[in-house]
């Protein structure tokens, strides 16, 4: 088990173009999730799957980002027509549950994360 | 909506000295989870609690849950050179029924070496 894989590390892209980011989870965690991190401030929540339903979106997300998980597996966010507000550092982490438990017990396991930079 | 308040927002440290910063929120939380990010990489875990009151140590990092459920502490003792970075603390949105989704972040205490 190799962790929370993403794909790319860095991107430099032009105002207006599209990009896209990969993310492949531990495999055994049945949830994945997206967060953005600006300078100074702490992860934000984008979204989340459950497998391949995705079950959460924030404000954050606005109608120029997309996110996929097919068949349950890697997801893949997508933002259209870039703008310089989209360059923050994109953390995507999966997590188990264990729902026996009082309260249930959950963990979390970050990436590495894609520094995006719009010029 | 549940928020994450952190202190201090930043430090400066001495190797060998102890370090201490909490986190508090208006909201209670069923789990607390502290986290250290060098830069450019993303948070790794350093220590879950999972009960109020419970007090788990990780080496020279000791965390407690607050008994209120709306706090928690993190202690580093005998800091080293490699404990410089920014940590955080976190916390599953709780969810009607017990289940817990994302988690809610504070903005971070950052550890410099005292120049």
């Known amino acids: 088990d190799t962790g929370v894989s993403q794909d790319p590390r860095h991107k430099i892209t032009k105002r207006g173009q599209n990009v896209t980011f990969r993310c492949d989870p531990i495999s055994e965690h049945n949830r994945l999730y997206w967060y953005r991190q600006t300078l100074g401030q702490g992860p934000e929540f984008l979204t989340y799957f459950q497998n391949e339903a995705q079950l959460e979106k924030s404000r954050l997300l606005s109608d120029r980002f997309s996110a996929e998980r097919p068949k349950g597996s890697f997801s893949t966010l997508e933002i259209q027509r870039t703008e310089q507000g989209d360059s923050a550092m994109y953390l995507c982490a999966s997590s188990w549950v264990r729902a026996g438990t009082r309260p249930w017990k959950v963990g979390y396991t970050f990436g590495s994360g894609t520094r995006l930079t719009v010029v | 909506g549940q928020q994450l308040n952190q202190s201090p927002q930043s430090m400066f440290i001495q190797e060998g000295e102890d370090v201490s910063m909490n986190c508090t929120s208006s909201s209670i939380f069923n789990t607390w989870l502290w986290y250290k990010q060098d830069p450019g990489e993303g948070p790794v875990l350093l220590i879950a609690?999972?009960?109020?009151?419970e007090l788990t140590s990780n080496g020279r990092l000791t965390a407690q849950f607050g008994i209120t459920r709306k706090d928690s502490f993190l202690n580093i003792s005998a800091s080293i050179p490699s404990d410089v970075g920014i940590y955080f603390c976190a916390g599953p949105k709780r969810y009607y029924g017990g289940s817990q989704g994302n988690l809610i972040f504070g903005k971070g205490t950052k550890l410099s070496v005292k120049p």
């Open positions: 609690l999972y009960k109020a009151g």
